[in-house]
């Protein structure tokens, strides 16, 4: 095995791509897995994977310092991939607290516990943060994210992004600590948790539920498919440089309520509905507190230094996302039993 890597938050949404784009295209790196598991990790994400020689999974918490400091001193990583985190702007609305302690002290303890464990010879190693274009704030209907966009972050969870990014610049300024930070615009596709927008509406139209869409439908994000964000983690983590921040983003840009629709004609289709049925079921509803008006990223600098781009167009990844919920409706009904639906009944009830 040439490299032991850490990767934390690898049973969610964008880590199980991650997790299982590095096991599948490096048999010799040992790739293990470390997740608290919260009600967003899910191990059915990573099945076909589980059983390979050069994975494994460890159940933890990133906020316990205890066992982080003692799980690095004995595990001795090379490098470490860092995406968990609470990842939902509505949740962090209702909890900010949860939000900060995930974000910015676990993030904290990873960067010290991984500092101690490689007692500051830092050759070869490297800590890389996985952040949101969110940090930069909103941005109104002209220009783009750049890596030297100030940040402005304006929601809870983008402001417990933003401290994050923070300390690790800081860990790299104060004691050398090779770091990487990459900023990522909106991701879809498999796996994704339905209590994000694309998700949600596939398993509102599926159910025939109505389709909440915040304020008048005006704002927009930048999606990219999750595969692609994979492969650009995959493309900075061997080839970025230290101290670089790297945005990452498909220059998709859409309206909430385009997007939407676009959405429901496709399920019509597959669902063999009447043409219109699914948009029948949207619903506009109270906005979103602070609500974000346009998120767009300018990824010139990842595809021009490192050479990377997005392999999938709009549609085309849509229409993937579509077929892979309908072909797995054990997948949702798991995620969606009791707990999800008592989150829906408090976030969407009183609208
Ligand atoms: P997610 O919510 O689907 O997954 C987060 C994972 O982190 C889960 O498996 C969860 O169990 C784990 N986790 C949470 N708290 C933990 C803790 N205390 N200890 C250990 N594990 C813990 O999130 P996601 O959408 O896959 O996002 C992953 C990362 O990418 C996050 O850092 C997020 O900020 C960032 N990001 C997400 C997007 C997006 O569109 N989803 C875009 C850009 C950046
Ligand atoms: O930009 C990157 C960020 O994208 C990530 O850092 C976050 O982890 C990720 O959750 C995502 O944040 P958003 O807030 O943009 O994603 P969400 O899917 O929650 O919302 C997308 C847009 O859709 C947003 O403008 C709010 C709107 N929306 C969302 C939901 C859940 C609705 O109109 N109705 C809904 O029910």
Not at 129 to 143: K, M
Not at 161 to 188: E, M, Q, W
Not at 314 to 332: C, H, Q, R, Y
């Amino acid at each position: 095995m040439s490299k032991k890597i850490l990767i934390t938050g690898g049973a969610g949404f964008i880590g199980s791509h991650v997790v299982r784009l590095f096991v599948k295209s490096h048999p010799e790196y040992s790739i293990v897995n470390l997740d608290k598991l919260t009600y967003a990790g899910n191990l059915e994400n990573l099945r076909d994977v589980e059983t390979n020689q050069n994975y494994r999974f460890v159940k933890g918490d990133i906020v316990d310092y205890e066992f982080i400091k003692e799980f690095f001193s004995k595990e001795q990583f090379d490098g470490v991939i860092h995406l968990a985190a609470e990842s939902h702007v509505d949740r962090s609305l209702e909890n900010p607290a949860e939000f900060a302690v995930t974000n910015i002290v676990g993030t904290l303890n990873l960067l010290q516990a991984a500092r101690l464990s490689w007692k500051d010879n830092f050759s070869k190693k490297l800590f890389y943060h996985i952040s949101t274009d969110e940090v930069y704030g909103s941005l109104d209907h002209g220009g783009f994210f750049t890596e030297e966009t100030p940040v402005d972050p304006r929601s809870p969870y983008s402001a417990s992004k933003t401290g994050s990014d923070h300390f690790v610049k800081a860990f790299h300024s104060s004691y050398g600590l090779p770091v990487i930070i990459s900023r990522c615009s909106n991701n879809y596709g498999p796996n994704h948790f339905p209590e994000k927008l694309i998700p949600l509406m596939i398993y509102n139209i599926i159910n025939n539920k109505p389709l909440p869409v915040y304020g008048k439908g005006e704002n927009v994000r930048d999606w990219l498919y999750v595969e692609d964000h994979a492969s650009a983690i995959h493309v900075i983590f061997e080839k970025g440089k230290a101290g670089e921040v790297y945005n990452i983003g498909g220059n998709n840009e859409w309206k909430n309520i385009d997007l939407v629709m676009m959405l429901c004609q496709i399920m019509d289709k597959k669902l063999n509905r009447e043409k219109g049925a699914s948009e029948k079921l949207i619903t506009y509803v109270k906005d979103r507190a602070g609500h974000d008006l346009r998120y767009a990223i300018d990824s010139t600098k990842l595809q021009h230094e490192l050479g990377w781009k997005p392999s999938i167009d709009f549609p085309a990844g849509l229409e993937k996302t579509v077929d892979w919920f309908l072909n797995n409706p054990e997948w949702l009904d798991h995620v969606t039993s009791g707990a999800y639906r008592e989150y829906y009944k408090s976030m969407y009830d009183n609208r």
